[in-house]
T-cell receptor, first 111, second 114 residues
Framework: QKEVEQNSGPLSVPEGAIASLNCTYS??????FFWYRQYSGKSPELIMS????GDKEDGRFTAQLNKASQYVSLLIRDSQPSDSATYLC???????????FGAGTRLFVKA | SAVISQKPSRDICQRGTSLTIQCQVD?????MFWYRQQPGQSLTLIAT?????????ESGFVIDKFPISRPNLTFSTLTVSNMSPEDSSIYLC???????????FGDGTRLSIL
């Protein structure tokens, strides 16, 4: 089992729809969770951090964390073609010094 | 967040040569890391650059091949030694303010070996 698992996709949604990206992790002691967006040919860009169970909203993005289920998700509302990218889920191991990145989910938003 | 400058942005090198990549941050950071990313693949951690001491390497990466320096809290270098075509990749520097903080990435170095 990988430490951080994501569906590789591609996930295709129409413009204006909600895109839902999911991630599971194996280290029950993890306390810090992040979502990055990576456009083709660019470096990863942090879009959300979440540390507590529940939802955290920032503009069109909502991160959801359920530590009991070891599950993190990212919702993108009103998806735009400019949201087309690879989304990386990242989880810090217990102790916080090392970040494990998932393989990423490719998202396509169709105009 | 910190401004991270990584140089060079790209290079084409001959096999058997070495290249040093620089990573400069505009503020002091606790954690600095070096990653490799093959096209279409996720990030692979090479090592954690420790200020004032030897870097901590991940399984599959060794100091002789990827020597790392970190002389202070704002600067680090990664050298790719005795390069072969298999070393063609994107190399990324990242920083974090402290543990449990998110990492922020430089723009990367796209390296091609002929």
């Amino acid at each position: 089992q990988k430490e951080v698992e994501q569906n590789s996709g591609p996930l295709s949604v129409p413009e204006g729809a909600i895109a839902s990206l999911n991630c599971t992790y194996s280290d029950r002691g993890s306390q810090s969770f992040f979502w990055y967006r990576q456009y083709s040919g660019k470096s990863p860009e942090l879009i959300m951090s979440i540390y507590s169970n529940g939802d955290k909203e920032d503009g069109r993005f909502t991160a959801q964390l359920n530590k009991a289920s070891q599950y993190v998700s990212l919702l993108i509302r009103d998806s735009q073609p400019s949201d087309s990218a690879t989304y990386l889920c990242a989880v810090n191991r217990a102790g916080g010094f090392k970040t494990i990145f998932g393989a990423g989910t490719r998202l396509f938003v169709k105009a | 967040s910190a401004v991270i400058s990584q140089k060079p942005s790209r290079d084409i090198c001959q096999r058997g040569t070495s290249l040093t990549i620089q990573c400069q941050v505009d503020s002091q950071v606790t954690m600095m890391f070096w990653y490799r990313q093959q096209p279409g693949q996720s990030l692979t951690l090479i090592a954690t650059a420790n200020q004032g001491s030897e870097a901590t390497y991940e399984s599959g990466f060794v100091i002789d091949k990827f020597p790392i320096s970190r002389p202070n809290l704002t600067f680090s270098t990664l050298t790719v030694s005795n390069m072969s075509p298999e070393d063609s990749s994107i190399y990324l520097c990242s920083v974090a303010g402290d543990r449990d903080q998110p990492q922020h990435f430089g723009d990367g170095t796209r390296l091609s070996i002929l």
